[in-house]
């Protein structure tokens, strides 16, 4: 069975990080994509971002809103997806799920983790 | 502001159709067969109920459909049931290689 764990959610201030975690299990990690998808309090979903597996050579791709801040990686060897987040702003507050898709692209996100709170405030 | 357009709420009686729009550019929906569809209800993760267009995972009711007609994709439920009132999502892959969710649509069983 795919599961998806998020965890790493915190109350930050605002211009400080933090590092969210997707811990992966019941597939072979290495082999597919992995993406983040947020969700502010009250509002609907916005892709954050996503790595590709080795294969098509593990890169990456922001959308603008966090280009430049945040940085997404995996370990392979450990089946953990990571979400370094820096520069934090107070808009970055929402549930972050990481995602996995229906193949080995990110294309169509087919489990989801339970998603881990962010809240950004001084 | 979202690059994708979606009513911000559909409704219908038990037993109907309806169908969501979700309307983007020949730079995302208009090019790209990487569209999909996501049901939501209030506090849980979203489902997945559309990929590809117009596939099916297993497991989701054959009374969710997806096509696509341009820049515009769309979701029908037919039979409307009461377990279908949730937000609906669209998302598209974009000519940037990034992924783009649609504003959402709320439904709402009469």
């Known amino acids: 069975e795919v599961q998806l764990v998020d965890s790493g959610g915190s109350l930050v201030q605002p211009g400080r990080s933090l590092r969210l975690s997707c811990s992966a299990s019941?597939?072979?990690?290495?082999?597919?994509?992995m993406s983040w998808v947020r969700q502010a309090p009250g509002k609907g979903l916005e892709w954050v971002g996503l790595?590709?597996?080795?294969?098509?050579?593990?890169?990456?791709e922001y959308a603008s809103s966090v280009k430049g801040r945040f940085t997404i990686s995996r370990d392979d060897s450990k089946s953990i997806a990571y979400l370094q987040m820096n520069s934090l702003k107070t808009e970055d507050t929402a549930v972050y799920y990481c995602?996995?898709?229906?193949?080995?692209?990110?294309?169509?996100?087919?489990?989801w983790g339970q998603g881990t709170l962010v809240t950004v405030s001084s | 502001q979202s690059a994708l357009t979606q009513p911000a709420s559909v409704s219908g009686s038990p037993g109907q159709s309806i169908t969501i729009p979700c309307t983007g550019t020949?730079?995302?929906?208009?090019?790209?067969?990487?569209v999909s569809w996501y049901q939501q209800h209030p506090g849980k993760a979203p489902k997945l109920m559309i990929y590809?267009?117009?596939n099916r995972p297993s497991g989701v009711s054959n009374r969710f459909s997806g096509s696509k007609s341009g820049n515009t994709a769309s979701l029908t439920i037919s039979g409307l049931q009461a377990e279908d009132e949730a937000d609906y999502f669209c998302?598209?892959?974009?000519?940037?290689?990034?992924?783009?969710f649609g504003p959402g649509t709320k439904v709402t069983v009469l």
């Open positions: 995602t996995r898709g229906v193949g080995i692209s990110a294309a169509g996100s087919l489990y």
């Open positions: 019941g597939f072979t990690f290495g082999d597919y994509a």
């Open positions: 790595i590709r597996n080795k294969a098509s050579g593990g890169t990456t």
């Open positions: 020949s730079s995302d929906v208009g090019v790209y067969n990487y």
């Open positions: 590809g267009v117009s």
């Open positions: 998302n598209s892959y974009t000519s940037s290689s990034t992924y783009v």
